[in-house]
T-cell receptor, first 113, second 117 residues
Framework: SQTIHQWPATLVQPVGSPLSLECTVEGTSNPNLYWYRQAAGRGLQLLFYSVGIGQISSEVPQNLSASRPQDRQFILSSKKLLLSDSGFYLC????????????FGQGTRLTVV | AQTVTQSQPEMSVQEAETVTLSCTYDTSESNYYLFWYKQPPSRQMILVIRQEAYKQQNATENRFSVNFQKAAKSFSLKISDSQLGDTAMYFCAFMNPPGAGSYQLTFGKGTKLSVIP
């Protein structure tokens, strides 16, 4: 069966520090991968999605970047965090065939102080 | 780009009663997928129900059913016999099918549902 792992679960980082959140998927190949951000009590904002290795689409201009170095690995990064980067980050995957519902990781709560 | 609108930020329902959450969307595509996701306080996203646009029959999943009106671009969720465990944020979501050139999964802003004992 397919599983998705996202870590860390919580993170407190100072302003100006770098960020690296990692997401890996097991049990499937060539998944579509997504990074979402959810502000407190708000909806999900799509940040990046990827349909293949090295293929990243960015939805909103921001202080963040994403990379997909391997087929089932998706990384969210920042060189210098801002206070406004605080939030709940969710990684998700969907299949490129069949009914493409998305499956989500457990999420990372990022607090920039 | 597709947009998904949930016009009810918060709703409440008495335990065992029925509640309907609204969702409308905007797209120029004829084939697509629609979903309702539930996010309980744990914040884990859980798929509740899904609907393929080419299917006219409304999807049902136990106590959960949808009213899919393709011409009106409406996709409401009905929860029957509400239970305390249904308390959560509910998100409506839209996705193009494979091969449509975009795999974006677009969410509405959510409806916070509270089930009252």
């Amino acid at each position: 069966s397919q599983t998705i792992h996202q870590w860390p679960a919580t993170l407190v980082q100072p302003v100006g520090s770098p960020l690296s959140l990692e997401c890996t998927v097991e049990g499937t190949s060539n998944p579509n991968l997504y990074w979402y951000r959810q502000a407190a009590g708000r909806g999900l904002q799509l940040l990046f999605y990827s349909v293949g290795i090295g293929q990243i689409s960015s939805e909103v201009p921001q202080n963040l970047s994403a990379s997909r170095p391997q087929d089932r690995q998706f990384i969210l990064s920042s060189k210098k965090l801002l206070l406004s980067d605080s939030g709940f980050y969710l990684c998700a995957w969907s299949a490129t065939w069949g009914l493409t519902e998305a499956f989500f990781g457990q999420g990372t709560r990022l607090t920039v102080v | 780009a597709q947009t998904v609108t949930q016009s009810q930020p918060e709703m409440s329902v008495q335990e065992a009663e029925t509640v309907t959450l609204s969702c409308t969307y905007d797209t120029s595509e004829s084939n697509y997928y629609l979903f309702w996701y539930k996010q309980p306080p744990s914040r884990q996203m859980i798929l509740v129900i899904r609907q393929e646009a080419y299917k006219q029959q409304n999807a049902t999943e136990n106590r959960f059913s949808v009213n899919f009106q393709k011409a009106a671009k409406s996709f409401s969720l009905k929860i029957s016999d509400s239970q305390l465990g249904d308390t959560a944020m509910y998100f409506c979501a839209f996705m193009n099918p494979p091969g449509a050139g975009s795999y974006q999964l677009t969410f509405g802003k959510g409806t916070k549902l509270s089930v009252i004992p």
